[in-house]
Nanobody
Framework: VQLVESGGGLVQPGRSLRLSCAAS??????????MGWFRQAPGKEREGVAA???????SYADSVKGRFTISQDNAKNTQYLQMNSLKPEDTAMYYC?????????????WGQGTRVSVAS
């Protein structure tokens, strides 16, 4: 399984970015799976940002609720993270991850990350 993120960059506060995660070797046809986005800011621990499971159920960290939206396009084997109203505290390396387990479990597959910087 290979996950490749894209879409990061430098953006001003209040603006938007959409991250993409292209998956190869990962099948969405399994009865159970979860794909998620995590981030790690400098000097901080990695935290979960959003996840979507095989039932289409989504979950979000409190800090991004109402601003970020996770989605997936099974035909393209790609998941997305739409980030609106970005804040400086959203600055971090963003990673996509996948598992054939519940979203509450461990993620087995990780991308290399894409950097998001929010600054004026």
């Amino acid at each position: 399984v290979q996950l490749v993120e894209s879409g990061g960059g430098l953006v001003q506060p209040g603006r938007s970015l959409r991250l993409s995660c292209a998956a190869s070797g990962y099948t969405y046809s399994r009865s159970m799976y979860c794909m998620g986005w995590f981030r790690q800011a400098p000097g901080k621990e990695r935290e979960g940002v959003a996840a979507i499971d095989s039932d289409g159920e989504t979950s979000y960290a409190d800090s991004v609720k109402g601003r970020f939206t996770i989605s997936q396009d099974n035909a393209k084997n790609t998941q997305y993270l739409q980030m609106n109203s970005l804040k400086p505290e959203d600055t971090a390396m963003y990673y996509c991850a996948a598992t054939y387990d519940y979203c509450s479990g461990s993620f087995n597959y990780w991308g290399q990350g894409t950097r998001v910087s929010v600054a004026s």
